[in-house]
């Protein structure tokens, strides 16, 4: 059989193509970044379509990073992760000048020195990305997701005409990984949503959600007609060429490599140079192109910022100097409450839609009783409504002079609204809770991944997602119903193959015998973490006993105090509550009774933590569970009994006062790896 012979390609058609590649990326820096062309449209889709001939003539010279290859490629199933060679870190928030002036005096402390050179740009509203050229040719671009882990959107990225596919010019470094943002300028976005309307298609809410989605399309086709844009903000590595000594000296080098870079950065002197930066970008900012939430201070000497480093997942050299949240006028047109997994009540305010920040916004949290009343929040109140920080929207405030009279002040309600259980708040908390914890659709998916979880029933392979198809499958409706699925309602779900399925109804059997503090704990009985489990356990002996005491006979229990006793109170007043016992112990739940457990001191037990600060890995409210759980306590304020403080991200006084005392500070990688040693 005879196979065709490959045409030999000339040595003028493969400098033709070279030249025309190299011309078409030129003509687009020009025309997408410069915004200055200096050829017309008819000559520029002549060379793209000379182009296009060539490599259909000679197939085996096309490349990846081709002009022509900036159409997309097929569609994909999923994203694949990432892992960032250096984490993508977030930046510190500053809104105020006293917050800047602070951040000005503690790098001056850290670097000893009188006056801080800093590079500084504008801060863009759009999506982080990390571009890598090797050897000048574009390999990969990934989203920051957490920090550590992101995901590959290159194909995404090859559509984006600003981004060169390959670097050309002197000193091209044999490998460089750009760090910027993915934006749509103003213009764009409103072009863009002219389409959508007269396609009849949704409208995006603002030019940020979508430059993200655009930026997240499976099907790369669709992210080539979004006109995305991408200006870089630093380069997280450069390799095999002459290393930059500066920030301003690295996004020189960005640029020459035809790298977008903002025009509108520069380079200032101390803290006067920063704050007259900042009025003179928040002047600028409706008549600049793109959207900006605020601007970006980096100390200019790279040696100097890796003298400062960084604290927890944000850099000392490095700050967010944010604009001031904007305002807009909107009617209160109800007050309803959610509930949320772990039965908080949280009263929101339904809005008639107001366009404040960017975005349409049409409900906000009130967080607590307290803030609706300490704001008077009334239905039918006229509010100025803002987005704290440019994220997330609240209520400012009500303007008086415009209330109805028929307002009436928010109350509460007594029973969930979701279950009619009965609502408690205790001593000392803002929050208004739902006692039916076991029984409230609304708590279902929270109350059964904690009675699973290790510590309490011990169900190995029940996680979070597989929770989450059963009850949205409505294939258990509370903790009782797990005792009665199957291997072939199980192997029915999906990725839950036979032996999987069986593997899981084995567990579940097996967690039938486990021991009274383990049960009492898995309840999940507000304030009773796995200590206090332990100590009922131990002073009764049986659950009958226990759930016959009175909140008096409770209090006789070390460690139990009045808050405690009261929420183990309530729980076993409620009547559903008790029938999800009976169901569970008809199950076939049981522990050894009779005689009290043995008592077990846990790893953390006797320490006091603080917690300070955003942490990134999981909220506060998580880091205190965890910590209970494993014996430690969590007090709101720092004393000399305090044995270490755990500080994230915008830490408050309560570093400070750590450091004065001498108490041990753990960041949350610290906190992490004391609870991981702390495990069974």
């Known amino acids: 059989m005879l196979t065709a012979m490959k045409k030999p390609v000339p040595p003028e058609v493969f400098k033709k193509i070279q030249y025309l590649r190299q011309a078409i990326e030129s003509h687009n820096y020009n025309y997408y970044?410069?915004?200055?062309?200096?050829?017309?449209?008819?000559?520029?889709?002549a060379m793209f379509r000379d182009l296009l001939a060539l490599e259909r003539e000679y197939p085996e010279l096309l490349t990846p990073d081709s002009p022509t290859q900036r159409v997309g490629a097929p569609a994909l199933s999923a994203f694949e992760a990432v892992q960032h060679r250096i984490p993508m870190l977030s930046l510190s928030n500053a809104f105020d000048e006293h917050a800047v002036m602070e951040f000005d005096r503690r790098v001056r402390e850290g670097l000893e020195i009188g006056t801080v050179t800093y590079a500084v740009e504008p801060k863009l509203d759009g999506a982080a990305i990390s571009l890598i050229y090797k050897d000048g040719v574009l390999i990969q671009g990934a989203t920051r997701g957490d920090g550590t882990r992101g995901e590959d959107v290159t194909e995404n990225i090859r559509t984006v005409r600003s981004i060169p596919l390959k670097l050309y010019g002197e000193s091209v470094p044999d490998f460089l990984e750009v760090r910027g943002e993915i934006h749509m300028l103003k213009a764009d976005f409103i072009r863009l949503n002219r389409k959508q309307r007269e396609r009849g298609e949704k409208l995006f809410m603002n030019a940020r959600n979508a430059a993200a989605g655009s930026l997240r399309q499976l099907d790369s086709k669709m992210t080539a007609q979004r006109p995305l844009s991408f200006f870089a903000y630093g380069a997280a590595e450069i390799k095999g060429c002459p290393l930059p000594e500066s920030h301003s000296e690295t996004m020189r080098l960005l640029d020459r490599l035809k790298i977008p870079v903002c025009p509108e950065r520069d380079v200032v002197e101390g803290v006067k140079g920063l704050l007259s930066y900042y009025r003179r970008m928040s002047a600028a900012r409706e008549a600049l192109p793109y959207d900006m939430d605020g601007v970006v201070y980096k100390v200019n000497d790279l040696r100097q910022q890796a003298v400062l480093g960084f604290v927890a997942r944000a850099p000392r050299f490095a700050l967010a100097h944010k604009f001031p949240a904007e305002e807009a006028l909107t009617e209160v047109?109800?007050?309803?409450?959610?509930?949320?997994?772990?039965?908080?009540?949280?009263?929101?305010?339904?809005?008639?839609?107001?366009?404040?920040g960017g975005v349409t916004v049409t409900n906000t949290t009130l967080h607590n009783e307290d803030e609706v009343h300490r704001k008077d929040v009334r239905a039918g109140d006229t509010v100025r409504v803002r987005r704290a920080g440019d994220v997330i929207p609240e209520v400012a405030g009500v303007v008086i002079e415009k209330r109805p009279a028929e307002t009436q002040v928010f109350e509460m309600p007594q029973t969930c609204p979701v279950c009619r259980s009965q609502v408690v708040r205790l001593e000392n908390e803002s929050a208004?809770?739902?006692?039916?914890g076991?029984?409230?659709?609304?708590?279902?998916?929270?109350?059964?991944?904690?009675f699973a979880s290790r510590r309490a029933m011990d169900i190995e392979g029940l996680g979070e997602k597989l929770i989450s198809q059963l009850i949205d499958r409505q294939v258990i409706e509370s903790v009782a119903d797990l005792y009665r699925l199957t291997v072939e309602v199980l192997s029915g779900l999906e990725r839950m193959a036979e032996k999987s399925a069986q593997n899981l109804v084995n567990a579940i059997e097996k967690s039938k015998k486990t021991t009274l503090s383990r049960f009492i704990y898995a309840l999940g009985i507000r304030n009773v973490g796995e200590a206090t489990a332990k100590d009922l356990a131990q002073h009764f002996g049986n659950l009958e006993a226990l759930m016959a005491s009175d909140q008096d006979g409770l209090q006789m229990v070390p460690e139990v105090g009045p808050i405690v006793a009261k929420s183990l109170a309530v729980f076993f007043s409620e009547t559903h509550n008790r029938e999800?016992?009976?169901?569970?112990?008809?199950?076939?739940?049981?522990?050894?009774?009779?005689?009290?457990?043995?008592?077990?001191?846990?790893?953390?037990?006797?320490?006091?933590?603080?917690?300070?600060?955003?942490?990134?890995?999981?909220?506060r409210e998580q880091a205190k569970e965890k910590i209970s759980a494993a014996g430690g306590k969590v007090s709101g304020s720092v004393s000399k009994k305090t044995d270490y403080v755990v500080a994230g991200v915008d830490p408050g006084r309560k570093l400070e006062k750590a450091k004065k005392l001498g108490i041990t500070v753990l960041d949350e990688m610290g906190v992490l790896k004391l609870l991981d040693g702390s495990r069974e």
């Open 33 to 45: 970044v410069l915004d200055t062309p200096v050829i017309s449209d008819a000559e520029f889709d």
């Open 432 to 436: 208004a809770r739902c006692t039916g």
């Open 438 to 450: 076991l029984y409230c659709p609304a708590q279902v998916k929270g109350a059964v991944f904690h």
């Open 333 to 356: 047109e109800e007050i309803t409450v959610q509930v949320g997994r772990t039965g908080t009540l949280t009263p929101v305010a339904r809005l008639k839609p107001v366009f404040v």
């Open 580 to 619: 999800m016992i009976r169901r569970l112990r008809a199950a076939g739940v049981t522990w050894p009774e009779g005689e009290p457990e043995k008592a077990q001191t846990l790893p953390l037990t006797g320490l006091t933590f603080v917690l300070t600060g955003t942490l990134s890995r999981m909220t």
